[in-house]
């Protein structure tokens, strides 16, 4: 776990080095050479872990396989995000080193919460993703929005971390332990104390993965904080939830007798996820808010990851966590060299800017879920997860009508950006080559992996 | 080996259009276009010496059994054969048309092209499934940049239609997967050898049958049809009309009879009535059409209808009808669209009313257009008449009184064809018509294959029946003949 002490040592750095060395580019290369180095220190752990839990730091980490490639995910879409919004995040106050620490803080949050073996870690790595969010959230001070949407996140992400203490002080009193291995809940013997705990945990998680009837603050806080935000926030720290809820629910709450009691549960609040997600995403004039509603319906998708309790789940969340971040970041990387963030804002984009017309038409592809591109493979991979796990087979066909709803809004960029007329107006001088290469990059790394998986699964 | 070519051929062909010229990309897709026609045709060849050569089959995504695995069939080397041909013939009839961004035009039309092949190789249902929405892309972008005056809303119509049929699709394919024994695969051979719960195909019928029904289009999923047909620019409509929605039956006829026999057998009544009842309800339509797409498209749910009907009744003669059918539909109707695309080139427009007295005017046009319709209309020794007298067969065999409802459709397709020669070929020249010119080479060619297959096939269909006759024994194993 060298990448997961190296983020923590150089956040810290950063942020030291913020105060003596004044240039953004700087910073900013400091951080890409951060992370890409954080990244090649997860590849060196590959050979050290296997399918089996390597217990560390006394019990506290339980490592496996499957959370070292999942942080090389993180790491992974981080760097791109960096690469390709890295810009805009550090111009966003006075305080770049901080953007950039604080980036680096999370990614170590997520780490954790990819390889935690008891609870009291689960609730450490939350915390280390949720508070940097809400100073991130809250960056562009002298924005009002900003300052509202940092404060609503910070009040909702107290009281549902009030929850997920509350979740695990029952838990404990029912099993005695805060290992989640040596729980092991048995079916006949789950008593109302347990049952409580499972219920206000999956509760919490909810609220962290903006899943419904939990997701009221997701549209507000994700428009209000600053795009190259909110752009890191709705795409690898909700995936870093989703690896919380799936580690523990599995791992703890995995026993199919303890399954049939939250899974019904689970699967009502995927349905309204997906509706309210879809439904709404329909209605929105602004791409930006348009993509906030976009990711609470993601969300309905990554959940069936936690409801089916199977190996093909695993490999679902890892290929959604990639699929969905690399083109979500794509996307928001384009939108924050638009003026104007409106729909109409993009009418004639792909007479003025072919290529990232192209790229662009390529992520929406993605989250669509249109073969040759990584979301479809993902989507395959959790419904079908779904579908074998048994008795989930309406909340199937229901992903799939809303998955078909979602083609509406998801087209009405490519329509603008294609079919309109119109005169797209970009900030001209952003738009480098640097820029535009690594927009191909990303989207030839969507396209990729719809077509070879096995980029990312061989590893597991 | 030469299966992956007729899919890698227009794929990478495809994509350097998009780099190319305007002027150069029109060549270019046409010697692609032609390319690929030469491999379909040595594609049909060898099938008839060693069809096990053609197939490919090497490891694809290793965590869920998914292979790239393609191979032919007859059916599937016909269908090839058509695409390959439709192609040229298309690009021929829009020669001289000025499209705007035509490297782009061109790109698409062979990235689609490319989907087409994969489609009717694939023998991996992931790979199929791939593929048939593949298509559903370029044919998107075509419709709606290029199409008339309602292209987004219709087109966005049509591609929410295909892809939520095609979801439903996927999720039977899931399904059918995790039946499959030991270590899971998605090959052809697995799907057909599964004997799945009677009670659970019936449901399962519906989850595919939804995405074909919607491609054939089937009465009452055909909506989208009439109108994407008319807003699409002709070459496109060409494409879509001769090969895209041959998709639909050969899904049917490739995934639906052999996975699902039970399911078949329990609602192919149903499906029978339901494709009668589209084939008396689109010919009424057509009758009141001026038109000429609109005519055309409603004419072709009839016939579309009609074989659709057949390949449920599990009849020898009328299967072996819808399979030349296929073929020979495709070929008309691609006919029909040339000399529609001819006259909106020349004249502007494509209402009945306003045409007249081509006959003196352009006599080749009249002629071409006269031959195909009869083609169309399905009289003896043109390649029509072949299938829709074998297809009668089949269906009278099945049911005398479903037979004797479609039978109107020859009467109804005969008034609204004839009918519309009449106002078009004959009748007195008006001042649009006075100065029409006559056919341009390149649509003359391209007319000349069409008209010269309809003949050639409409008076020796011998080979082309014999060469079907292995896809029709295959399908007849696993359909109860009544």
Known sequence: MKALIFTAVFGIFLMLAGLFIKRQGALRILAVLGMAAAFVLNLTDFSLYGTQATALFHDMLSVTRFGILFSAVVLGCTLVYLLLSGKDLGRIGHYTGEYYALIFFIVCGIMVAATFGNLLMLFLAIEIMSIPQYILAGSDKHNLKSNEASLKYFLMGAFSTGFLLMGIALLYGATGSFEIREMQLVGDMLDPMALGGIVLIAFALSFKVSAAPFHFWTPDVYDGAPTAVTSFISTIVKVGGFVAFIRLFHVAFGNPEVGNYWTTVLAIITAATLLIGNITAVFQQSVKRMLAYSSISQAGFMLFAVLAMNALAGEGILLYAAAYSLATIGCFAILLKMKDYTYDGYNGLARKQPLLALVHTIFLFSLVGIPATAGFLAKYFVLSAAVSAGGLLWLVILAVCCAAVSAFYYFRLIWAMYFKEGNAEVEEAEITPRFKGMLVVTAVLVILLGIWPGLILMWM | ?482
């Not at chain 2, 029946?465 to 109860?480: G, N």
Request: hydrophobic content about 55%; aromatic content about 14%; charged content about 10%.
């Open chain 2, 1 to 482: 080996m030469m299966t992956v070519l007729l899919i890698l051929v227009p794929l990478i062909c495809g994509l350097i259009t998009f780099l190319l010229s305007d002027k150069a990309a029109r060549a270019w897709a046409f010697v692609s276009a032609v390319a690929t026609l030469l491999i379909s045709a040595g594609c049909a060849w060898i099938f008839m010496q060693d069809p096990a050569s053609l197939t490919l089959d090497v490891p694809w995504i290793a965590q869920l059994g998914a292979r790239f695995h393609v191979g032919l069939d007859s059916l599937a080397a016909i269908l090839c054969l058509l695409t390959g041909i439709a192609y040229p013939v298309t690009f021929l009839s829009c020669w001289k048309h000025p499209f705007a961004r035509s490297s782009q035009f061109y790109g698409l039309m062979l990235l689609m092209q490319a989907g087409l092949m994969g489609v009717f190789c694939s023998l991996d249902a992931l790979l199929f499934y791939g593929f048939w929405e593949l298509v559903i892309i370029p044919s998107y972008f075509l419709c709606s940049i290029w199409g008339g005056k309602k292209r987004i809303a219709v087109t966005f119509k049509f591609f929410v239609y295909t892809f939520f049929g095609s979801l439903l699709m996927l999720i039977g394919i899931i399904y059918l997967y995790f039946q499959t024994p030991g270590a899971h695969s998605f090959s052809w051979e697995a799907f057909k050898s599964l004997q799945v719960d009677p009670a659970a195909q019936r449901w399962l019928f519906w989850l595919f049958f939804a995405a074909f029904a919607i491609k054939i289009p089937v009465f009452p999923f055909h909506t989208w049809q009439p109108d994407t047909y008319e807003q699409a620019p002709t070459p496109v409509t060409m494409i879509l009309s001769a090969v895209m929605v041959k998709m639909g039956l050969f899904g049917v006829i490739r995934w639906l009879i052999p996975v699902l026999p039970e399911g078949v057998q329990y609602w192919q009544h149903f499906v029978m009535i339901l494709c009668v009842i589209g084939i008396v309800y689109a010919s009424c339509i057509a009758l009141m059409q001026t038109d000429l797409k609109r005519l055309f498209a409603y004419s072709s749910i009839a016939h579309m209808g009609l074989m659709s009907a057949v390949v449920f009744s599990g009849t020898e003669v009328g299967t072996q009808g819808v399979l030349i059918q296929m073929f020979n539909h495709g070929i008309i109707i691609l006919g029909l669209w040339v000399v529609v695309e001819a006259i909106e080139q020349k004249l502007e427009t494509r209402d009945i009313t306003a045409l007249g007295g081509l006959a003196t005017r352009s006599p080749r046009l009249a002629i071409a257009l006269f031959l195909v319709c009869l083609g169309n209309i399905g009289l003896p020794l043109t390649s029509g008449f072949v299938g829709e007298f074998m297809m009668f067969t089949g269906l009278y065999q099945y049911s005398a009184w479903m037979m004797a409802v479609a039978g109107l459709a020859i009467i109804l397709v005969a008034i609204y064809i004839l009918r519309m020669l009449q106002r078009v070929i004959y009748g007195e020249v008006n001042a649009l018509t006075e100065k029409v010119q006559d056919l341009r080479v390149h649509e003359w060619l391209a007319l000349a294959v069409v008209v010269g297959l309809i003949v050639l096939v409409g008076i020796y269909p011998k080979p082309l029946l014999d060469f079907l006759h292995q896809t029709t024994e295959t399908l007849l194993a696993f359909i109860p003949v009544p």
